[in-house]
Structure formats: C-alpha cells, structure tokens
C-alpha cells in the first residue's frame, strides 16, 4: 500500500511540476494565472494566495494552470464594457458568469481583481509561445535532475558484449567479449559498404530499443549493419553484417549476444552530465519512435500503458525493488520518473490539436505571418482535437482496466 501511494504521488509530482512551468513563466511574464490544480474533478480543497487559487482535485491524475483570458482572442479582451466577453474562455469553465465582472480597465474574477493587461492573449506572441513550451521543458528539467542522481550514484549501462554465443549471428560476424556496441543500422541492401545513417548506441538500452523499433524489418530477413569496437584489436571500431535469427524459446528475433545490462561508474564529470542528458535524449527518442510503431500498426493493446497501470508498474516494480533496500527502491522509482517525465513532455510537444505543441504551432504561424489564425479556427480544432483526445483517454482507462483485471 505505501509503495502505491508514493507511486500516486510521484506521478503527480510529474505532472505538477509540468503545469509549474506554465505557471512560474505565465507569472513572470506578468500574466494573471486563476487557479493552479493538482488532480482532475471536483475540487476538494484549496486556498486563495497571491492572486491564484491553489486546488487539490478528486482524481490524483492530471493537474492545470488556468491563465487569464487563456482562450479569449483580441475582439473580446479590448471590449471595455463586457458585452463581448466569452466568460467560458476567461475562465475555461470553472466559473459561472456572476462570478466575472469585467470594467475599462479590470476583470474580477471569484473576488480577485486583475488588469486587462494580465490577459494571457494580451501578451506578445513570443512570450505566450515561451508559457506553453515551459510546461515540456520543465518535464525535461526535472527528468534531467533525476538521472543527475542516478548516474552520480550509479553511473551508466554501458553496451558491452557480455557473451556471444558460438554459432548464432553476432558470432558468426565476428563481435565477441567484451566488445562495445555504437551502432546498427537496417541494411536495403547487403553489404558493409552502405554508409547510410546509423541507429547509434550510447546504452544497452539502446540496444533493446533498436530490435523493438525494427521487429517487423527484422522478421522480413532484412540484414542488420553492426558498427563495434572490437576489444581483441585494440578497441578498433568495426562494421559486421549479419541476420537474426528466430528464437523459439524467447519468441523473438535475436543475433545471440547478451549485453550489459548492469550500471558503471561515470568516470569523469563531462560523461555524468552526457549520460544524465542521453536520458532525457533517450525518452524523447523512445517516444517519437513509439508513435511512428503506432502509425504503422506495429502495437498491440498491451502495448499501451496509460496513468492506471504506470501507476500500478510503479507500485509492482517498487514494492520489488524495496526487498534490495530504501536507496535501491528509492533509485528505481526515480529511474521510472524520468521515463515518464521525459516521454511526458516529448509526447506534449507533438504537433496535435489540444496539447501544447499544437498550440505553439499556431502561435509560430502568427509569429511567422505576423497575423494570428482566426480564433473560431483555432478553437474548432482545438475542439476537434479534445475530443478525439477524450476518447483516447476512455479508451486507455478501458484498456488499463481490463489488462489489469486480466
């Protein structure tokens, strides 16, 4: 029970200290933010400080920073008596209307009085684009803290060949004990004079994420390019080809190596900075290559993991990892913290109506053209957008459920 509620908990750390970004820049740039809510549904506490409306929601799941006038557009926030004022967008729908009263020059909005100037549409295009893009940059700020901690305290998984097994693929081509991975590639064509661009590996998870990527090219017979310093010469970097090969055991293609998959000391300050930053570089390259896997149909339902079974990975794997001590349960949660962090604000960032980085596509056209996108447009795709949104997420609620149960 404790290990699920501090899983609870981190999960929502994460998703806080998204909003926080939101927040601190909205806040910095002068703009009035009306409520900053932890959780989703109704609310069940909160107090006012400082202007804002600081919440805790129902649903430990989710969280929000309520600008001023978030979605309003240029008409409504110059209309000095009121008339025009869509009081659903000052408050994206949190408030009723007799709770708003709009003067030349302020918004009351729940008792709190602010400036028309705190609008969040009143501010420049620049700095609405740097309040957007601040909740996945500080996903990635705080996934690159947690692997600071790990790899100042346990290092790195470095891609070195554990064994190669006589007789299968990696053998047959050449790669040994000992040897270190840098990098595969998918060859069209035979031969280890291609010289097109590499899948490069700084880890063993590398590794992993590489054959997951190329499962279905693999099935088709495709040849693998494997680039390695061969530790028999020297370190001298090397470049095999080879096929895998099915394994009935397992039920999945493999070459016939095992790799390191434990953690090394960082030798030197430079490769603890490179490898906590490969981290973060790593979640945002395992996610964008996760929607190309969807987009070519090559997931299946247990695939898809939503906020129910993170939650419920995070407890299993913790409740685990507590059975070796507090540091190594401690280092594990975090370790999963900085998956989630990172692939969180790698996955906010794709360019979709209703997350954050199809908002800051229409405000880098505006930058661009410097005229805005007519606001009903953006708002009917934004629209369009939540709701294919909403039924993704009743889908992964179903999903979670039934998987678990199962």
Request: aromatic share 8%; with cysteine.
């Amino acid at each position: 029970m404790l290990s699920l509620i501090i899983s609870i908990i981190a999960l929502g750390l994460i998703v806080t200290f998204h909003e926080f970004g939101h927040f601190i820049v909205a806040r910095a740039f002068k703009v009035g933010v009306v409520e900053f809510s932890l959780g989703m549904g109704p609310r069940i506490a909160s107090l006012v400080k400082g202007g804002t409306r600081y919440s805790i929601r129902a649903v430990p799941f989710g969280g929000s920073c309520l600008m001023l006038g978030e979605e309003m557009d240029e008409s409504e926030a110059a209309d000095a008596g009121g008339s025009g004022i869509n009081y659903g967008a000052v408050t994206n729908g949190t408030l009723n209307k007799s709770d708003i009263y709009v003067s030349d020059e302020n918004i009351l909005v729940d008792g709190r009085l602010y400036g028309k100037d705190e609008q969040f549409v009143s501010k420049k295009a620049w700095q609405r684009f740097l309040i957007i893009a601040a909740g996945p940059v500080f996903n990635f700020i705080l996934a690159f803290v947690f692997a600071l901690i790990i790899t100042l305290n346990y290092g790195y998984d470095r891609p070195v060949v554990m064994s190669a097994e006589p007789g299968m693929p990696a053998a047959e081509a050449g790669l040994s004990e000992g040897d270190t991975i840098t990098g595969f590639r998918m060859m069209d064509e035979p031969g280890v004079s291609d010289t097109g661009r590499y899948f490069s590996v700084d880890t063993s998870r590398d590794i992993q994420l590489f054959m997951i990527v190329n499962e279905r090219a693999i099935a088709d017979g495709q040849d693998i390019a494997v680039r390695f310093k061969d530790a028999s010469d020297g370190n001298t970097e090397k470049t095999s080809v080879m096929k895998a090969q099915y394994d009935e055991a397992s039920g999945r293609y493999v070459i016939g190596i095992s790799y390191n998959a434990g953690y090394g000391r960082a030798e030197t300050i430079g490769e603890v900075l490179y490898f906590s930053l490969y981290d973060v570089r790593y979640c945002i390259r395992a996610s964008v290559l996760s929607i190309k896997m969807i987009a070519e149909g090559s997931v299946n339902r247990a695939d898809v993991m939503g906020p129910v079974r993170m939650v419920a990975t995070m407890d299993e794997t913790v409740e685990t990892a507590s059975g070796y001590g507090v540091v190594t349960a401690v280092m594990t949660l975090l370790n999963i913290m900085v998956l989630i962090s990172g692939s969180l604000g790698a996955m906010n960032l794709l360019p979709l109506p209703a997350l954050d980085g199809g908002r800051l596509v229409f405000i880098a056209i505006e930058i661009i053209l410097r005229k805005p996108v007519p606001k009903n447009v953006e708002a009917m795709i934004h629209m369009a957008g939540m709701l294919l949104l909403l039924l993704l997420m009743v889908f992964i609620l179903f999903n979670d459920v039934s998987l678990l149960i199962n």
